[in-house]
């Protein structure tokens, strides 16, 4: 189930597992990469940082605000280098609720550009997206 | 526009790395970004040896919906289609989508071994 809200986006999923066992798969390094990125390096603890390399090329870094095994998780996103989105300017947060034995996970992704940064923010896609090219093309 | 709808099959973000991963590629999207140009305007100014080979990439250019191409004639025009890689909510929502399925597969068969063990 997908919702719009403005500058959000929330994402509900029903798992058949404990939220102990979805928990593990959020703050785990090794068990975070199996499911985002080709790499991951989480120190999940308020105040710690994380960084994922998402797909060999884009970085995205950010800080725990909250963790509350096995329920609630918030930290900071963002793309390192973007010139819209960079750590720390948007903020994840995900909830789990245990349900009959399985897990409802709720993520809300907040603080997204608006409408009126649309056209900026595009640029600046192509143009992010052009210099992780370029930068790729030196190795 | 079957070939269009090839390209949207992937994910903006990927239709987008794959077409500009290539330098020639790159030049002509900035060629095009503000300006319509012709096709011949274009292979007079890219650093490419052969029409043949410019012609191709403004084919996996337009392909990838980076840029449109306009005929008059028997003359083709080129500029950039800076919605093509759509807002940024569409990107991360897909990103979001895609990896939460993965986790909760990960964490369902987790589950599933943790029972067997049990039983």
Known sequence: ???????????????????????????????????????????????????????????????????????RLVMSWGWEGHPTVPPGSTTVEITLTSDR?????????????????RRTHTEGWVQYLSQLAAAGGRH | MPRMQAATRNTPIEAAMNAIANPRRRQIL??????????????????EVSWPAVSQNLRLLKDSGLITERREGT????????????????????????????????????????KNRHD
Do not use: N
């Open chain 2, 75 to 114: 003359h083709r025009y080129y500029r950039a289609d800076r919605r093509a890689l759509g807002p940024l909510e569409a990107v991360l929502r897909q990103m979001w989508t895609r990896d939460l399925g993965r986790l909760r597969d990960l964490a369902e068969q987790e589950a599933r071994s943790r």
């Open chain 1, 1 to 71: 189930m997908i919702e719009d809200l403005t500058g959000a986006i929330e994402i509900t999923q029903r798992i058949e597992a404990s939220p102990e066992i979805v928990f593990a798969y959020l703050t785990d390094s090794q068990r975070f990469v199996r499911w985002m990125g080709v790499g991951a390096e989480l120190d999940a603890r308020p105040g710690g940082r994380y960084r994922i390399d998402v797909d060999g090329v884009h970085i995205a870094s950010g800080a725990y605000e909250i963790i509350d095994p096995p329920r």
């Open chain 1, 101 to 117: 034995g399985a897990t409802v996970l709720k993520l809300r992704h907040l603080g997204l550009p608006g409408e009126g940064e």
């Open chain 2, 30 to 47: 900035r060629l095009v970004w503000d300006t319509e140009r012709s096709a011949g305007e274009i292979a007079a100014t890219v650093d």
